[in-house]
């Protein structure tokens, strides 16, 4: 079996401060692992994924997320957070289907 | 390429009736699945067709029904509608190849905003 697990529903920030997203996975195999981001009545959109190459994968808008299988996690993670990151983001494994985690409502405070 | 493209944007219809969502999808992708986003349940996926095919299906009652065409295009339909069909459909596509499906990756439409009065 395997699902995914987002940690934090909501997450608060300042403006040019650090951005951690949590998310832990439980899987039998290895599993393919990405991340979505999605703006207000927007579609989702891809900031990055993992294939089993490099476990540091870095994503669009200065976004990246490490691969620690010892963790079973793959946090979301951006040095300096901006106004136009305020979105919900989302967690997804992925073997022969994909499976999504919750979402974390992202904020970022002025 | 252009990406994946839903019809219409937005949608509002009353109980009982039915509604066609349509899903084009990015050119050479060849699986495409169905998404209902509410504020209550959050993402729940309600299907995947690839090759004019049904290849998984959630939870979801019989009402709700899919089809794929030749083209890949796909649609999607709601009978009887109910106030709490009212959500973002949102369409997904994938190359989906056949040898090591781990590694495919899902591009999403703008979704289509579903109101039932």
């Known amino acids: 079996a395997q699902s995914v697990t987002q940690l934090d529903s909501h997450v608060s920030v300042s403006e040019g401060t650090p951005v951690l997203l949590r998310c832990n996975y439980s899987s039998s195999y290895s599993p393919s692992l990405f991340w979505y981001v999605q703006h207000p009545n927007k579609g989702l959109q891809l900031l990055l994924k993992?294939?089993?190459?490099?476990?540091l994968v870095k994503g669009i808008n200065g976004f990246e997320a490490e691969f620690k299988k010892s963790e079973t996690s793959f946090h979301l993670t951006k040095p300096s957070a901006h106004m136009s990151d305020a979105a919900e983001y989302f967690c997804v494994v992925s073997l022969n289907k994909f499976y999504f985690g919750s979402g974390t409502k992202l904020n970022v405070k002025p | 390429k252009a990406g994946v493209t839903q019809t219409p944007r937005y949608l509002i219809k009353t109980r009982g009736q039915q509604v066609t969502l349509s899903c084009s999808p990015i050119s050479g992708h060849r699986s495409v699945s169905w998404y209902q986003q509410t504020p209550g349940q959050g993402l729940q996926f309600l299907f995947e067709?690839?090759?004019?095919?049904?290849?998984n299906k959630g939870n979801f009652p019989g009402r709700f029904s899919g089809r794929q065409f030749s083209n890949s295009r796909s649609e999607m339909n709601v009978s009887t509608l109910e106030l709490g069909d009212s959500a973002l459909y949102l369409c997904?596509?994938?190359?989906?190849?056949?040898?090591?499906?781990?590694?495919?990756?899902?591009?999403f439409g703008p979704g289509t905003r579903l109101t039932v009065l």
């Open positions: 997904a596509s994938s190359l989906s190849p056949l040898r090591d499906r781990s590694a495919d990756t899902q591009y």
């Open positions: 993992y294939t089993s190459a490099a476990t």
């Open positions: 067709y690839f090759s004019e095919t049904q290849r």
